[in-house]
């Protein structure tokens, strides 16, 4: 059984969830993760209900990378936190979003055009 730390809405209003399966075991994994991000758990969840981009994965069809900058400290000041969420059909034929990993990077790494832009502040 999944245990989620988190299921929110992006901006297209489908459930995105964190596990903590995930979360402690792939995310914080002091060789394989990213442990740096681990301060950021709230911020993790903000980048998916509020991004600034979100870009197609070059690797997987199914997954999105969600960008979100001015939310670090630090040493980690100017980093965007980026969360890559895995969408996938559920059994009642709605599709529903997974944290497959999340991460700090100084720069938007993406290939292409952003398929989603937050909107400009008036």
């Not at 911020?43 to 069809?61: F, G």
Request: aromatic share 14%.
């Amino acid at each position: 059984m999944n245990l989620y730390l988190f299921t929110v809405p992006d901006p297209e209003c489908i459930p995105v969830s964190l596990s903590e399966a995930v979360w402690y075991g792939k995310i914080l994994h002091p060789v394989l993760g990213h442990p740096e991000i681990k301060p950021y758990l709230a911020e993790v969840k903000l980048t998916i209900e509020e991004p600034d981009y979100i870009y197609p994965s070059n690797r997987d069809v199914r997954s999105k990378l969600f960008y979100r900058a001015g939310l670090t400290k630090g040493f980690y000041e100017h980093c965007y936190i980026v969360v890559v969420v895995k969408y996938v059909p559920e059994v009642n034929g709605k599709v529903r979003g997974y944290v497959s990993t999340a991460f700090l990077t100084s720069q938007i790494k993406a290939k292409g055009e952003p398929i989603w832009k937050k909107k400009a502040l008036p």
